[in-house]
């Protein structure tokens, strides 16, 4: 089990970090060539892009794995933290799981139960097992993250220095902060449709 910062883990016991959202590949053919997948700055970009991007959307967005959530209810809603819901397998109360007629759910990560809780139960007692993510295979959402990237790599001014022997790479990227990601108000409005949305609590 991977734990997340958004309130769920990732039920996957093969991964010890979440998977990147894009790979050195994809900047390097959003860039057309220019810039070679074996340049030793892509690795790092690729994961302070990611950090970004899910930072900013309050979820792992992508790819699609297998979350655990763990919850209260207070009326028959339930919300995921996450967008882009394929599969709710299970809903369990404490130890019981609930017969699948017994819940409904859609893709944008709300759970509705069929019949009012007779009692709310301690906090955590709901226990949801979905599948969520993006599809990266086929998602513009690697587009953005890859222009997102070359825009960190190209901006001349961020480099703070750089030496050839051993390469050595420092940069800065983020108001005098080495190594941050900047998400300009465009980026922003192109991943707002995988941002979670404010919800009740």
């Not at 309050?58 to 297998?66: K, R």
């Not at 022997?165 to 983020?174: E, I, K």
Request: proline residues 7%; glycine residues 8%.
């Amino acid at each position: 089990m991977l734990w997340t910062p958004w309130g769920y883990d990732i039920d996957d016991d093969t991964l010890t970090a979440l998977p990147d959202i894009i790979t050195p590949g994809d900047i390097s053919i959003a860039s057309g060539g220019r810039i070679a997948d074996t340049d030793p700055r892509l690795p790092s970009v690729c994961s302070a892009v990611s950090a970004a991007i899910r930072d900013f959307c309050g979820w792992h967005v992508g790819p699609v794995l297998p979350c655990v959530a763990s919850t209260s209810v207070d009326d028959r809603i339930i919300y995921l933290p996450a967008k882009h819901v394929h599969a709710v397998p299970s809903v369990a109360v404490g130890d019981d799981e609930l017969p699948a007629s017994s819940y409904e759910w859609k893709r944008d990560g709300m759970v509705r139960l069929s019949h009012r809780p007779a009692r709310r139960g301690a906090w955590g007692a709901y226990r949801i097992a979905y599948d969520a993510g993006v599809d990266l295979a086929s998602s513009p959402l690697v587009g953005v993250a890859s222009q997102i990237a070359l825009n960190q790599l190209v901006a001349s001014p961020g480099v703070r220095n750089e030496s050839v022997g051993q390469v050595s790479l420092s940069y800065n990227t983020a108001d005098g902060v080495a190594g941050g990601i900047t998400l300009h108000q465009r980026d922003r409005e192109l991943l707002s449709a995988y941002r979670l949305p404010t919800r009740p609590r």
